[in-house]
């Protein structure tokens, strides 16, 4: 089990790198997108961050709503997004009225919430037959390469979370394959904006960064210039009865 103030340090060390965060952080597949929202139009993003998700259901014709603790991943999203109506608040406190929202969706963030207490809001504040949602976007380690960088890397993945809440009907899931377009340097900044490596001390940083640079540098498939990153996005979702 993870230390808890070890997990609270990590849950909020983003806003420190969110320009980084925003610039070098993956897209979400459109069809897992689509997945999740169907034929709905009043969406929250929770826990937006700095609006790589609200990007997507902005495309999408939505009407799009986020909300995100962190003032300065926030303070992006507004100079990304400033036409999204973007308000400070926690998964545990959603600051909107009951039954407000069509879908509630979260995209790579439903692990770090206290998810009893988030789960009561959410469903407080979706409507009836509404929809919650949520995305993550790992590395996808089937391929060896990229499953070399993981084990040098040494953070565990975040694992399986379900919602389960009684106003919630049974969750299914679905996975999706995708890709991001990365050099070297690029793939660093990317893994950069990860909790593991925003927490650890200057020293190590730099070492494990040496590590990481020369492997990429190594192999054949990230020495040539670009090359593709493989992803994979998990979803789950589920229906409030």
């Known amino acids: 089990m993870q230390d808890p103030d070890s997990f609270t340090k990590r ?36 826990a ?14 939505l009407e799009v709503t986020a909300v995100e603790p962190d003032d300065l991943m926030r303070a992006e ?26 879908v509630v969706v979260t995209g790579q963030a439903f692990h770090w919430f206290d998810t009893p207490e988030a789960l009561t809001e959410i469903t407080r504040v979706l409507r009836p037959g509404g929809v919650f949602g949520a995305l993550w976007n790992y590395d996808d380690v089937s391929v060896p390469w990229v499953a070399g960088l993981a084990e040098l890397v040494g953070d565990a993945p975040h694992g399986e979370h379900t919602p389960r809440h ?14 991001q377009r990365r050099t070297v340097e690029s793939m660093l900044a990317s893994l950069g904006t990860h909790s593991r490596m925003l927490v650890i001390e200057e020293a190590e940083r730099v070492a494990l960064f040496d590590k990481l640079r020369t492997y990429l540098w190594s192999r054949a498939e990230t020495s040539q210039g670009e090359f593709e990153r493989p992803i994979v996005t998990s979803g789950v979702k589920a229906v409030r009865v």
Do not use: C, M, Q
């Open 48 to 61: 937006a961050g700095t609006g790589k998700l609200t990007e997507t259901l902005l495309e999408f014709g």
């Open 166 to 179: 009684e106003r919630l009907g049974e969750a299914s899931r679905e996975t999706w394959r995708h890709s």
């Open 11 to 46: 849950a909020a060390s983003f806003g420190t790198n969110a320009v980084a965060y925003a610039r070098h952080r993956p897209r979400y597949p459109d069809e897992a997108v689509e997945w999740v929202v169907g034929d709905h139009t009043r969406v929250l993003d929770l």
């Open 77 to 102: 999203l507004i100079r990304l997004l400033p036409d999204v109506h973007a308000r400070k608040g926690t998964a545990e406190e959603i600051p909107f009225p009951d039954a407000s929202f069509d």
